[in-house]
């Protein structure tokens, strides 16, 4: 087939309406085709961001496993093949929009492809203003697909296209209209896919959603007892998929709190106690929870105020001779040589009940939380090699997240990581391009001038 756009500006005339409903038509089938591929080939494998190789930062997974890279949503989006002009995906959005606001139309499994191919394209462009003009609709056909459980594929979609959804729109109401709901998926459904997702999505409506201060310390509360219970509180005892969601997304809300000092009592149990995981995405997502923990116990010295020297306390090669002298504020967890020893286990585990893959992870996820437990003021990925020439260790900042030719996100601080791992949970692949254009996005994670 000859393409279309060049057919029109040889002749002077433009496509007809029918020829660019056919091109449409033709993304449709292919965002159809590849979203019930990806529901097909469901994995159990979970794919950690915190520790992994930036190489993969493209992917776009639709949570099950199933990972798709951006080049191919751009294809499907924009793709030279059916000839679309370059905002041809904003006429797709809208049939998307169309299909899940009009429920009597449309089939379970119609709208789980739609809410999937919605979710899909709000993760790769930014369009926020597209889905505002249609939020009244959008939200109560979303958690109308959320209530009913009509599917399970349906149900993850929906949270899937509602987390997304409250990203893009960045609106401060949001967070009232879907906590209720959110928690009774969490807390009553019969699939552990519907559970995990919800404690996600309801991790970021509550961060995004405009959640006060005190209504994130009390999902915190809610997300904890998931924890302390091994998932039994919401029915899914002994569920590691739902115990991780709940350790990641209480990490994230952690995050927003100025004192932690509060949290930190009564939660730093529960995450050592869940070091003893037979799951190692379980210890993972703990002793990063505790890595932030200690992180956060540490705030830097205000200009009238004066401290004498601890030695317990990091120097000013820790801290940085640009930076503030950071400052103890608190005793995290009282018997800190008994997590030191359990940290240093996992760091060096080598029993074969675990899988090689697992057994990496935990070497390198454990090396850099002991080290940030015994010095809080060291991020992730803290290099502590000399420079040859200066004589100091390299620090902080090996791990980077290159967003385009000029900006890259240094992640240096285990809140930066627990936000980054929560961006790309939901935007997956997006998240760069997210990143550029959504206000939302960057402004929670700061930047730094590439160098080339």
Request: hydrophobic share 35%; aromatic share 4%; no cysteine.
């Amino acid at each position: 087939m000859r393409d279309l756009r060049r057919q029109a500006l040889e002749s002077g005339k433009t496509v007809s309406r029918k020829a660019r409903s056919r091109n449409i038509s033709a993304v449709s089938s292919k965002v159809n085709s590849a979203v019930n591929s990806a529901a097909n080939s469901r994995a159990t494998s979970r794919n950690r961001t915190g520790h992994g190789s930036d190489e993969d930062e493209d992917d776009l997974s639709d949570g099950s496993g199933t990972a798709w890279s951006s080049n191919s949503i751009e294809d499907i989006l924009n793709g030279e093949d059916v000839d679309l002009p370059p905002d041809a995906w904003k006429s797709e959005l809208h049939t998307r929009i169309e299909q899940i606001v009009d429920r009597k139309r449309s089939s379970t499994e119609g709208r789980a492809d739609s809410l999937n191919a919605f979710a899909h394209i709000l993760m790769a462009r930014y369009a926020k203003d597209d889905v505002d003009n249609n939020i009244d609709e959008l939200l109560p056909s979303m958690i109308r697909s959320i209530k009913a459980e009509t599917s399970e594929r349906e149900t993850v979609a929906a949270l899937r296209a509602l987390a997304v959804t409250v990203i893009t729109i960045d609106d401060g109401q949001i967070y009232d209209s879907v906590v209720e709901q959110l928690k009774r998926t969490i807390s009553d459904s019969e699939s552990t896919q519907a559970k995990i997702g919800a404690v996600h999505t309801l991790g970021t409506a509550t961060f995004f959603g405009g959640a006060a201060t005190e209504e994130t310390e009390d999902i915190m509360t809610f997300l904890l007892e998931i924890v302390e219970t091994d998932g039994e509180s919401v029915n899914a005892h002994d569920d590691a998929g739902v115990v991780v969601a709940a350790l990641e997304e209480w990490g994230l809300l952690a995050t927003d709190l100025d004192d932690l000092e509060l949290a930190t009592e009564t939660a730093i149990e529960a995450f050592i106690d869940q070091l003893q995981s037979s799951d190692s995405g379980v210890q993972v997502a703990a002793g990063e929870n505790i890595a932030l923990l200690y992180e956060k116990s540490y705030t830097p010295q205000e200009e009238d105020e004066e401290v004498s020297h601890d030695e317990d306390e990091p120097g000013e090669e820790e801290t940085g001779k640009t930076g503030p002298k950071m400052i103890k504020r608190y005793t995290v967890y009282r018997r800190q040589d008994q997590l030191i020893d359990t940290l240093d286990e996992l760091a060096s585990v080598s029993t074969r009940k675990i899988s090689k893959k697992d057994r990496k992870t935990l070497h390198s996820s454990f090396a850099d939380i002991r080290n940030s437990v015994e010095k809080p003021t060291r991020g992730p990925k803290y290099s502590t090699a000399l420079n040859e020439e200066t004589g100091r260790s390299y620090g902080a900042g090996r791990m980077k997240v290159r967003i385009n030719r000029n900006v890259e996100v240094r992640i240096d601080k285990w809140w930066k990581l627990q936000r980054l791992n929560a961006l790309r949970r939901v935007l997956q692949g997006g998240f760069p391009t997210q990143y550029d254009e959504n206000e939302a996005v960057s402004r929670i994670l700061p930047f730094t001038m590439a160098k080339n």
